[in-house]
T-cell receptor
Framework: QKEVEQNSGPLSVPEGAIASLNCTYSDRGSQSFFWYRQYSGKSPELIMFIYSNGDKEDGRFTAQLNKASQYVSLLIRDSQPSDSATYLCAVNAPSGSARQLTFGSGTQLTVLP | ETGVTQTPRHLVMGMTNKKSLKCEQHLGHNAMYWYKQSAKKPLELMFVYSLEERVENNSVPSRFSPECPNSSHLFLHLHTLQPEDSALYLC???????????????FGPGTRLTVL
């Protein structure tokens, strides 16, 4: 069983729509959750992080965390073609080492003009 | 320079070569990391350093040898690599290891390594 799972996609949405990216994790003791965006050929860049159950909003991005369901999502409102990238979910792994982030394989998002 | 820098950006080497990757962070962070990113696979953590001390070594083959001379610099020495070692090697840094809660890692641009 993968520790952090994401749908690989590709996920396509039209410009202006809401893109919904999902991530599940296996370690119930995980405490911190991160979303990174990675453009093709580039390094990951942090979009946002969330620690507490519920929603956290930052501009067009909303992270949602449900620890009971071991589920974290990222919503992108008013999607733009420039949002087309691979989105990586990362979870800290206290059962192995609190120092580690475990990454999912990423979801490729394409926003169609 | 700002953020996390890596050199070289691209590297092609033969299996008998010895080369080194360099990472430098300008963020005043205390922790640094090496990751390997292969096509269609998740980022794989290789090494973690905190205040120049190695705290994680994730069963990485000995042909990869890290070095952290100070909290701003991190090297990855490479020797007798295999073609399957071809990948994007990413360096990251964070303020600390954040054992009690979350910590944010900032990535460098990576070194695209090709082993012939």
């Amino acid at each position: 069983q993968k520790e952090v799972e994401q749908n690989s996609g590709p996920l396509s949405v039209p410009e202006g729509a809401i893109a919904s990216l999902n991530c599940t994790y296996s370690d119930r003791g995980s405490q911190s959750f991160f979303w990174y965006r990675q453009y093709s050929g580039k390094s990951p860049e942090l979009i946002m992080f969330i620690y507490s159950n519920g929603d956290k909003e930052d501009g067009r991005f909303t992270a949602q965390l449900n620890k009971a369901s071991q589920y974290v999502s990222l919503l992108i409102r008013d999607s733009q073609p420039s949002d087309s990238a691979t989105y990586l979910c990362a979870v800290n792994a206290p059962s192995g080492s609190a120092r580690q982030l475990t990454f999912g394989s990423g979801t490729q998002l394409t926003v169609l003009p | 320079e700002t953020g996390v820098t890596q050199t070289p950006r691209h590297l092609v080497m033969g299996m008998t070569n010895k080369k080194s990757l360099k990472c430098e962070q300008h963020l005043g962070h205390n922790a640094m990391y090496w990751y390997k990113q292969s096509a269609k696979k998740p980022l794989e953590l290789m090494f973690v350093y905190s205040l120049e001390e190695r705290v994680e070594n994730n069963s990485v083959p000995s042909r990869f040898s890290p070095e952290c001379p100070n909290s701003s610099h991190l090297f990855l020495h490479l020797h007798t690599l295999q073609p399957e070692d071809s990948a994007l090697y990413l360096c990251a840094s964070s303020q600390d290891l954040g054992l009690a809660g979350g910590y944010t890692q900032y990535f460098g641009p990576g070194t695209r390594l090709t082993v012939l």
